[in-house]
């Protein structure tokens, strides 16, 4: 079977970096991609690994290291509208399957 | 681009009830899914189409829950009869191909059964 592991909540200061980690277990493993929800909203798609590295997107990053079934989502220079849930999706075969969330609270 | 809607925004029915819920996935999206979410958890794949076939329905209640996409655009989920574990928001989402990582969703449908 599948699973994935993230933190469920993380708090981070205004201004700072911060990072939320996902390991996964998976036969068929594709990539893994990242997905930004806000409360009551709809998720939307952030960042997507095939391969190994970082890939970066604005103040938005994403590593994945294939052998250590793991990667993460590096958040630079919070903003207040960062509050959200995150959730990291690993593509197996031709479905999406998504982990928990992590809750990610933002300080001033 | 328009992007994906879905009708009713919110529905409160009674245990044993039946409902539906409707989706229209962005134009020229060949793969459309159906996805349930309960509150603090991640949305899990009901089912999926590619066109009007389905490529996944491994983890659909077939007993209640059904699905079609006749032409390959919108589609409907039912449910039938209610449970009142079936209290979850209902995420229909499109992509161009099967199995892409980058799908777009709906605003969904918060069901609330009573």
């Known amino acids: 079977g599948q699973s994935l592991e993230q933190p469920s909540e993380v708090t981070a200061v205004e201004g700072a970096i911060v990072q939320i980690n996902c390991t996964y277990q998976?036969?068929?493993?594709?990539?893994l991609s990242w997905y930004q929800q806000h409360d009551g909203g709809a998720p939307t798609f952030l960042s997507y690994?095939?391969?190994?590295g970082l890939e970066e997107t604005g103040r938005f990053s994403s590593f994945l290291s294939r052998s250590d079934s793991y990667g993460y989502l590096l958040l630079q220079e919070l903003q207040m509208k960062d509050s959200a849930s995150y959730f990291c999706a690993v593509r197996e075969d031709d479905k999406i399957i998504f982990g928990k969330g992590t809750r990610l609270h933002i300080l001033p | 681009e328009a992007g994906v809607a879905q009708s009713p925004r919110y529905k409160i029915i009674e245990k044993r009830q039946s409902v539906a819920f409707w989706c229209n996935p962005i134009s020229g999206h060949a793969t459309l899914y159906w996805y349930q979410q309960i509150l603090g958890q991640g949305p899990k794949l009901l089912i999926q189409?590619?066109?009007?076939?389905?490529?996944?329905d491994s983890q659909l209640p077939k007993d209640r829950f059904s699905a079609e996409r006749l032409k390959g655009v919108d589609s409907t989920l039912k449910i039938q009869p209610a449970k009142l574990e079936d209290s979850a928001v209902y995420l229909c989402a499109s992509s161009r191909t099967s199995g892409s990582s980058e799908q777009y969703f709906g605003p969904g449908t918060r069901l609330t059964v009573t």
């Open positions: 998976t036969s068929g493993f594709y990539g």
């Open positions: 690994n095939a391969l190994d």
């Open positions: 189409f590619q066109n009007n076939g389905v490529v996944d």
